[in-house]
């Protein structure tokens, strides 16, 4: 069994994350503003009442942890740079509690990746969403500079299908943007955060 603490557990990956850690019969904590938002009774399940923003609940959560998932995300309810600023605050925290194993879900179309997604999304990133992607750069750029044993999962466009265990992952940018299940992301962190050959210091694009 691995402690996991999870960030982002309300959002769709992070569910799924949640989900099927404690299925397979880990522990987990997780932090989260609104404990109603997280619906799932579990014995092994800690919710810690917070945010993001908070270097206390941070602390509170990953206390005793073995690894560590961070599947943040931008909404308009947010300040901008929530997703870096939060990530950092996670890094100090594992850095001053000796965790060192972190996986984050980040994006295809990110960093060295941009070239992978269409071109209309390539439009969208530049406009819509440009403020959101250059969090999610700088989160990646923070979490490369970790010192930590870090992966970066970064999938192509979400969807809430069943999980197929047909997704293709790649680390040398040789996949496109394609649809991939939160379901299957969830699988592939997990697998991240607890096993001996997890893709560490690595990108890897999921689709």
Sequence with gaps: MTNIAVFGATGGTGRQIV?????????????????????IKHPNLTTV???????????????????VAVSLGNSANNPDGIVTTGTEGIIAAMQSQGIKRLVIVSSLGVGDSKEKVPFFFKMVMSTVLKKAMQD??????????????????????????????????????SISAG???RADVAAFVLDELTSPQAHIGKAVAIS
Excluded: Y
């Design 19 to 39: 989900e099927q850690a404690l299925a397979a019969g880990h522990h987990v904590a997780a932090l989260v503003r609104d404990p109603a938002k997280l619906d």
């Design 49 to 67: 009442t917070g945010n993001v923003l908070d270097q206390s609940a941070i602390q509170a959560t990953i206390e005793g942890s073995h690894a």
């Design 136 to 173: 999610k750069e700088n989160q990646e750029g923070a979490v490369r500079a970790s010192g930590l044993e870090w992966v970066i999962v970064r999938p192509g466009g979400l969807t809430d299908e069943t999980r197929t265990g047909n997704a293709k992952i790649a680390t040398d940018n």
């Design 179 to 181: 649809q991939v299940s």
